[in-house]
């Protein structure tokens, strides 16, 4: 028996281009459900960021508009039907310009929150 | 997405969106199974998890494609659930504004027929109708062959003139309606033949030396069968024989747009068509209209420029014809200016009232929308308050008002071509062909989609944005502030004030054009047309010469005065206020040098004795003409008092002398008569002169009888007496002398028509309107009214607590009304003829049938105030 889960506490609010940049990075590793998506982002940012369903769905649908993912419904492990999403070609090529800019955005805030001068 | 691909795949994208939410609440149920939860508290969990899931798929579906087309097919589809939920509300809706809708594309394809349409020749921008600076319209034919031989201007010249005829088809003679024309005529228009050819200029050289006839494709199809054998043929035209050389094609009329001639002959004929007339070198008789088409690069103003330099040189060569001879230029199809302007002053006037009509049906629906937006005041609340924007809220109640402008745009425009349809096949009531093709086209069909948008807009924009400004919060709890009450009204307060305003001026127009009819029906005329019979027939197209006319004349009047109950007969060449009025110069004994721009011109008819007798008119003094006034005997004429008074300066003419034209012998005033009417009914007294016909023959001859039978059935007995005369002789003008004149009571006729309907439309509009408003006024304070009731009001009181607004309102719709109705008695005097638009017995009329108007609508909910049981008023709601 996994241990109970804290109740929602630290619900940082993503930007909507930060949202993206995760999504893309998580299907980076291979198709995934909109289910496993919001999971694998919780997992790995150590249950800080807790994606709402209501960011998520649109930012996918958002996403699939401009052609940086793309949908299938295939069967899951357990032989249920769900919509998978994978990464396109233009949207591997979105995901690195984003991660640049993420880079660019980190050093530049650590630089101003940084102690020394 | 393509659009293609987005219709075709809708239903399964919604389905796919159910299914992907569904699959994400099972996992994470699942999830919590594992965590130690039950089936059903692992349900709950996860449902309370997700969030709210409509929220979620509503933001979902903002991001696909085409989202705006989704949200309008939705408003679409909400709309017309509603306008199908409230029938009677939609119902009479659509009906008001399709009549307002109607009567104005009506109106408008009248316009259009008339005053935009162009003839239906080649480039008609280019042609140019020809008249005088002091707007005459005709000249006379050496003046157009030297314009048509001097100009530079001008392409081409072509003079015509209107023509009755009479044609033999299958063995007997018919009075039929064409135009002489010249050669050119056809060249000038650019028009193509149907069938066979048109007469050119070479055909048209020399006078009786070209018996052509072109025909008109209606006559074709009519009295030829549309036989294709016609080419080629010989018909008869006053008893001569003619070659048919081709036919005209269809739809095309001739030069002027309300006359629909049957055939068409070269001007060169005229001395045989129009026997013992030959005007074709006569300098001082002006029977030619003419018709030129403007050289590519040349504008009107310099066409006009070159046209008076010839004028100048024949002033100078002719002075006693063309002094003073200035010309001018304007758009042809009706007659130049001369009909042209009234025509156009009276549709567009028309054409203003109309769109007032349209502006209380506009009004009236806002009010009613604003109302029925006021009932769905917690629908709307409810939707603002579970998050729907209230732009979106506005546009879907925009979006049923376009439903209702579309439903009633329809509707409207097809009452207008059914309108039309009836109009076009109307026939004026007389012998001359008029006739008007008013059914729409495309024009007309983008001016009434335009007019339904703009009323869309009118009536919808302000109820759709005063809902949405409401306070949901307020409306939910029903907290007074949250109810239209008090302040809240104003916006419907100034619709209802302005429908009263609008609804004012359209029946101070309805009731100006009955009295200008009263007016016209009860003004004395110079003569008395009741009781009078007309039978006509031309003794000149059917062959007879001079003295056989005069012979026939003398003859036919003989047989017709011995029928029974014949009081007295008489004969003209023409009648007052038809359409076939001539004029003469007149030059007094003392005056005979008078140049052609001072001299007076009379009326004149040509008739036998007992005329005055037989038409009531009164003779003033002197003489009645008798049969001793004849050829060999010096002329003599009777005057009426406007040319003694005019022309000849004086209160005694009897004995005076005068000239007709420049050359003429002196004839001798032997009576005078009352005044009268000739050429319009609003027209000032001018003089008329009256010759014997025994000195003045004329082919065209109106039997005129008065006796004590019905006209209508005097008319076969004088009939078969012409017929034993001559039975091959073609009668026209038959009937009764009150139909022919009808054509002069055409336009106040045809205003007090429509404008009495649009006064009746603005009526029932304003009734309405009122009603709505006041019955919804105590449908809202039905509480209030309850409690005071209960409190111990008296019925006078609450009706005084009803009325009093809609009274206020009433008294400032009115003010308007009147300071409108008087501001443009400009517009309305355009159209309502003979009466003045400030006469203050119609005002007086007017203002109160507004205020019984406005009582009476008020009457039915006013009483149920009264009869309001306090109990049942603040126990339901």
Redesign the interface.
Known sequence: ??P??ER?QNRIELLQGTLDMLILQTLQWGPQ????ISQSIRGRSGEVLQV???SL??AL??LE?QGWVASQ?KQTESN????FYRLTVVGKKQLLSEQTRWAQIVNAVAGIMSPQS | ?SLLNWLLHRRQREE?LD???Q??L???AEEHV???ETAEQARTSAIR????AT???E??R????FRWLESWLQDLRYGLRQLKRNPGFTTVSIVTLALGIGANTLVFSVVNALVLRQLPVEKPERLVFLQTKGGGISHSFPNYRELRDRNYAFAGLAGYRISPMSLEVGGGANHVWGYLATGNYFDVLGVAPAFGRFFHQEDDRLPAASPFAVLSFDCWQRRFGGDPKIIGATIRINRLSYTVLGVAPRGFHGTELFYWPEVWVPMMMQPLIEAGNPWLDARTTFNTWVIGRLKPNVSPAQAEANLNLIAADLAREYPSANKGLLFKLARPGLVGDALRGPVKAFTTGVLGLAILVLLTACANLASLLMTRAADREREIALRIALGSGRGRVARQLLTETFLLSLAAATAGYGLAVLLSRLLSAWHAPIDFPVQFDVTPDGRVFLFAFAVSVLAGLLFGVGPAHHAARGNPNAVLKESPKGRSSGRRLALRDTLVALEVALCFVLISGCLLSLRGLQHALTMPLGFQPRGVAVVGFDLGIAGYSEEQGRNFQRRALEAVEHLPGVRSVACSNSLPLSTDQSYSGIYPEDQPDLSVSDVHNAVYYQISPGFFATMGTRLIAGRDLNWHDSHNTPPVAVINLAFSKQILHTDSPIGKRFHYGHAGPLVEVVGMVEDGKYWALTESPQPVVFKPILQSYNSTTLLLVRSSTAEAQMVPPIRKAIAELDPELPLYSTGSLEQMMGFAFFPTRTAAVSLSAFGVLAIMLAATGIYGVVSHAVSRRVKEIGIRMALGARPAQVLRLVLARMGALLAAGAALGLILALAGGQVLASIVYLVSPRDPLVLAAVTATVFILGLASCWRPARRATKVDPMVALRCE
């Open positions: 028996m996994k109970k889960r929602y459900h909109g289910y496993g709402e369903t209501g769905y649109p649908h958002r508009k419904w249920q039907r769900a919509k | 997405m796919e299914e992907e939410v699959v994400h099972r996992m994470a594992e965590q130690g998890e997700f969030g709210n929220l979620v798929k933001v979902t903002d991001m696909w494609r």
